[in-house]
């Protein structure tokens, strides 16, 4: 019958009523938020085909890599879930695992094997859920709109949903729903199985906890109670856990690192790995029994079975610091920070407002004095450990040579391994972290002095590669080779006294390098520096005969430009050509030219823009025309008889057309190359004013040096100390375990690397993990060496703990490395009792290690299971599980209770 009293009642006044007795009819029949949610929850779970799981994996197989999948779903428009399925990748050798069970499928199964695993049930890295249910396969959904608004209405309401969707998806998998905030880690669902099984995942969480609950006599309890066993007892295993903590060890066996000392001299050729603090906080020993009966063992508020020492399974886990302060990485980005110049504020030391309220003029003028002159103080770097430095900085270059490294210095822009400027960068980096900018002013001071030394006297610099600047590497080192350049033409010069020119092999043959007039123009381009007007070479006075008349069999005067007299004694020539002059039947000769002025970047750029200012192009030929008249001068010396043709085609062959005659460009009238050859004199090199004035370019440069200050020293050292740096990581971090992936990381940034202060940030933060890891790797080495005596087995058992999260001790707390361990507890303990004092020798022999004092552990695991009838003892039987977890904050408790809904 129609139940009248629910309909509305309209009234027939009602356009006089008031706008709030108006109410709009609910189609009741429409579909509600609560099942549009859980439709699409049941669409995701079919998309994903989830009804048939993943598969199962041994217990042992845990900690193989976590995959996950995410989805999103909308409830009333305005809660947004996210839907994430994880599971543990399947290896090839995983083996399904079996159940005594009767009525479950085959995934349910495997979710009864793993609850009811007795092999790792505390794993570790692995998901949270995995260790509170024992389940490695299932569905969590999340919603963080809800976090501060959940409320238990609302979580049944969710439940309800995630109930209604797994069973029409007839999704055999574990949904869990995340409550409250993420940092809680509460996690409640269902299962739900094609079988007629019912799964419930119930959750408690406490912040204190009755203290006769925190022992197994309280969980056995609890347990018995939440499945109401009463006349028989299922078989019912116990597995514990309990982790004791080791704070006190790093002040007990403290890592040897200190502050490297400058008066050391060889510690500051090369950087070295260290880091300011110890990096491991502490160690975490993991005592656990695995698959007691319930009946075997006791404990209670007042006694305990439990005791470490007699724990079958021994695990450890180091616990490192996240931020570690490493020498190498400070000095680095110290470094950096200098390349910037400083404002008047940092000068002065004062904070913006550069004046503060409470300051007079007199304190800002007696903080700026001090600034401008700061006292000396006693710490100061002294010219005794200066020269020590320099000393053994050249000693170094002496004995070594130039290496090769893993990295190309021309991607960092900074100089070969074993050069001048990559040994001595680290020192210059050193002196000023450690004794400030002025000490770096004057070591670098006398730094110059002892290479102007070395030049006065004609010697080359050491570790300084031959040849012309290369403009790919630092400016500095640049500057090193253009020294070292111009002291191979001092010596050459020496030679040239006492030997014949023709036989100097060491002067330079343009024409190995200008074969194109394009070439040429660049080869004109080192020649801006002017010579001094009082450097002259006098030539001989020689009668040559001048005739400026064509030779007989001369008939196209057009081309011709002043022919040389055949009938003079030839000089300068380096080598012959397999050509002939055109005036005659003589051979060409290449001559010996002179060696331009060696170019740096930055004198390259200032060439160049001064050329670019100057828009006629025959001005700036005139400009580049001291190295082609001398060349034109040596040709002529070597080539008795030669024309303007004859030079064009052996240093222009462009210019020469194939019948033998000059190109429209050097045809015209007025052009540079004629103009240049009519005021050629025939001088060999040897007698010609020098182009490349070693003595002015040497001089130039040192002044150029010299006038270095912080900033600049800094900016174009930096590259080289950040080369030394990745040298010298990468290859004491090369078999340490995880450092391939920051090394392929570290090189894959430098090849890419601009400049930029995001590339150099980056590098800079892969060299601090790098170093970070390679602290945690020495001061486990000399924590356990300490007290080992070097055995092989305890730096395969660091490396172990490099690697993984928790490793696990051989023979357990009566193996080799369970006796180091019990130790360093005995150690603490008597630390504790004031019995020794830390950094103090001891002989670690007279502890009794067979009744070590624990202390009192950090954190408690039980883990209860069983296979039992529920709900009833003519149920099937199901797997049950109550896991529990105790620290000092937390009380948690979680349950995975199965019953069977079809066989009550």
């Known amino acids: 019958m129609t139940d009248y009293s629910r309909q509305p009642t309209y009234k027939l006044n009602s356009m006089q009523q008031d706008d709030s007795e108006v109410f709009e009819m609910h189609d009741f029949t429409n579909v509600t938020d609560f099942e549009r949610f859980s439709s699409a929850l049941e669409a995701v779970l079919r998309d994903w085909q989830l009804p048939a799981a993943k598969g199962c994996i041994a217990s042992s197989d845990i900690d193989c890599q976590l995959k996950e999948e995410t989805s999103n779903v909308e409830l009333a428009t305005q809660f947004n879930f996210t839907v994430t399925h994880y599971y543990y990748e399947v290896g090839s050798g995983s083996e399904e695992g079996s159940s005594s069970s009767v009525g479950f499928s085959p995934s349910q199964c495997s979710l009864s094997s793993t609850i009811l695993s007795k092999s790792n049930p505390f794993p570790s890295r692995v998901h949270c859920v995995t260790r509170f249910y024992g389940i490695h396969e299932f569905v969590v959904l999340s919603c963080s709109e809800l976090d501060m608004q959940m409320n238990e209405s609302r979580l049944y309401y969710i439940l309800s949903a995630v109930r209604l969707a797994s069973s029409n998806a007839k999704c055999c998998l574990p949904i869990l729903f995340r409550a409250f905030n993420e940092w809680r880690k509460f996690y409640v669902g269902s299962c739900f199985d094609i079988n007629d099984f019912m799964g419930d995942f119930q959750m408690v969480q406490l912040s204190s906890i009755d203290k006769y609950y925190k022992t197994l006599s309280g969980l056995m309890k609890i347990f018995n109670e939440k499945l109401?066993?009463?006349?028989?007892?299922?078989?019912?295993?116990?597995?514990?856990?309990?982790?004791?903590?080791?704070?006190?060890?790093?002040?007990?066996?403290?890592?040897?690192?200190?502050?490297?000392?400058?008066?050391?001299?060889?510690t500051l050729i090369s950087p070295t790995l260290s880091t300011l603090e110890d990096p491991i906080s502490g160690l975490q020993l993991n005592a656990t029994w695995l698959g007691l009966s319930h009946d075997m063992v006791e404990e209670n508020e007042h006694y305990s079975d439990l005791d470490p020492l007699n724990a079958p399974s021994w695990a450890v886990r180091v616990i490192s610091k996240t931020t570690v302060q490493c020498l190498m990485s400070e000095h680095l980005t110290f470094w950096w920070q200098s390349?910037?110049?400083?404002?008047?504020?940092?000068?002065?030391?004062?904070?913006?407002?550069?004046?503060?309220?409470?300051?007079?003029?007199?304190?800002i003028r007696d903080r700026l004095h001090k600034k401008v002159y700061p006292p000396q103080p006693e710490d100061s770097l002294t010219d005794e450990v200066a020269d020590a430095i320099l000393d053994r900085v050249f000693a170094f270059l002496s004995a070594s040579s130039l290496s090769s490294s893993t990295i190309?210095?021309?991607?960092?822009?900074?100089?070969?391994?074993?050069?001048?400027?990559?040994?001595?960068?680290?020192?210059?980096?050193?002196?000023?972290?450690?004794?400030g900018p002025s000490a770096l002013l004057r070591f670098w001071s006398l730094f110059i002095t002892r290479l102007r030394y070395k030049f006065d006297r004609g010697l080359y610099l050491p570790g300084v590669p031959c040849g012309a600047p290369n403009v790919a590497l630092s400016l500095i080192h640049q500057k090193?080779?253009?020294?070292?350049?111009?002291?191979?033409?001092?010596?050459?010069?020496?030679?040239?006294?006492?030997?014949?020119?023709?036989?100097?092999?060491?002067?330079?043959?343009?024409?190995?390098?200008?074969?194109?007039?394009?070439?040429?123009?660049?080869?004109?381009?080192?020649?801006?520096?002017?010579i001094a007007d009082d450097n002259f070479f006098d030539a001989k006075d020689v009668d040559i005969g001048y005739d400026s008349t064509p030779t007989n069999g001369i008939e196209d005067e057009e081309e011709i430009v002043e022919v040389t007299d055949r009938r003079l004694t030839p000089e300068g020539r380096l080598r012959s050509l397999d050509f002939t002059l055109k005036y005659s039947n003589s051979k060409m000769y290449?001559?010996?030219?002179?060696?331009?002025?060696?170019?740096?970047?930055?004198?390259?750029?200032?060439?160049?823009?001064?050329?670019?200012?100057?828009?006629?192009s025959n001005l700036r030929a005139k400009i580049q025309r001291k190295g082609l008249l001398s060349d034109m001068?040596?040709?002529?010396?070597?080539?008795?008889?030669?024309?303007?043709?004859?030079?064009?085609k052996w240093y222009s062959p462009r210019d020469l057309t194939s019948q033998g005659s000059l190109s429209k460009r050097m045809s015209q009238p007025g052009n540079v190359w004629r103009e240049t050859w009519m005021d050629a004199r025939i001088v060999s090199a040897g007698r010609q004013a020098p182009l490349f004035d070693w003595l002015k370019v040497g001089n130039e440069t040192f002044d150029w040096l010299s006038s270095l200050d912080l900033h600049s020293i800094a900016e174009y050292s930096f590259s080289s100390a950040l080369h030394n740096a990745l040298d010298i990581i990468l290859k004491q971090t090369e078999n340490l375990p995880g450092a391939n992936t920051l090394h392929d990381s570290l090189l894959m940034k430098v090849k890419v690397f601009s400049g930029d202060e995001s590339d150099i940030e980056d590098i800079l933060c892969d060299i601090l993990q790098l170093e970070t890891l390679f602290g945690r790797a020495q001061s486990l080495t000399n924590k356990f060496s300490r007290l080992s005596d070097?055995?092989?087995?305890?730096?395969?058992?660091?490396?172990?703990?490099?690697?993984?999260?928790?490793?696990?001790?051989?023979?357990?707390?009566?193996?080799?490395?369970?006796?180091?361990?019990?130790?360093?507890?005995?150690?603490a303990s008597e630390i504790q009792k004031g019995n020794y004092i830390p950094g103090e020798s001891q002989d670690f022999s007279q502890f009794n290690l067979d009744n070590v004092e624990f202390p009192p552990p950090i954190g408690k695991e039980y883990v209860i299971n069983c296979e039992c009838n529920s709900p009833y003892d003519v149920s099937r039987s199901a797997p049950q599980r109550l896991y529990a977890a105790f620290t000092k904050d937390e009380s948690r408790?979680?349950?995975?209770?199965?019953?069977?809904?079809?066989?009550?």
Not at 343 to 359: A, V, Y
Not at 792 to 807: G, P
């Open 228 to 266: 109401a066993f009463k006349d028989r007892y299922p078989i019912i295993t116990v597995s514990i856990n309990f982790t004791y903590a080791l704070y006190d060890w790093t002040d007990i066996l403290c890592s040897e690192h200190s502050v490297i000392k400058l008066e050391d001299a060889s």
């Open 339 to 363: 390349m910037s110049s400083p404002t008047l504020s940092s000068i002065i030391g004062l904070d913006s407002p550069l004046r503060s309220k409470t300051e007079t003029d007199q304190a």
């Open 408 to 435: 190309n210095p021309e991607d960092l822009k900074s100089a070969p391994c074993n050069s001048l400027l990559s040994t001595i960068a680290w020192p210059l980096l050193t002196i000023t972290y450690t004794y």
């Open 480 to 530: 090193f080779q253009l020294i070292n350049c111009c002291v191979r033409k001092c010596r050459q010069s020496d030679e040239f006294d006492s030997n014949e020119f023709e036989n100097d092999t060491l002067v330079k043959n343009p024409k190995d390098s200008h074969d194109t007039s394009l070439e040429f123009v660049d080869a004109l381009e080192s020649n801006l520096s002017e």
């Open 590 to 616: 290449v001559p010996i030219t002179q060696e331009l002025t060696p170019l740096t970047e930055d004198s390259f750029l200032a060439q160049q823009t001064l050329l670019e200012s100057i828009d006629d």
């Open 633 to 648: 001068e040596a040709f002529k010396a070597a080539n008795p008889g030669c024309c303007l043709q004859d030079f064009i």
């Open 790 to 827: 070097g055995n092989e087995l305890y730096e395969d058992f660091v490396q172990q703990l490099l690697a993984n999260s928790s490793v696990k001790i051989i023979g357990g707390s009566r193996g080799p490395i369970g006796d180091v361990l019990r130790s360093l507890f005995a150690l």
């Open 893 to 904: 408790l979680a349950f995975a209770h199965f019953e069977d809904s079809k066989f009550f």
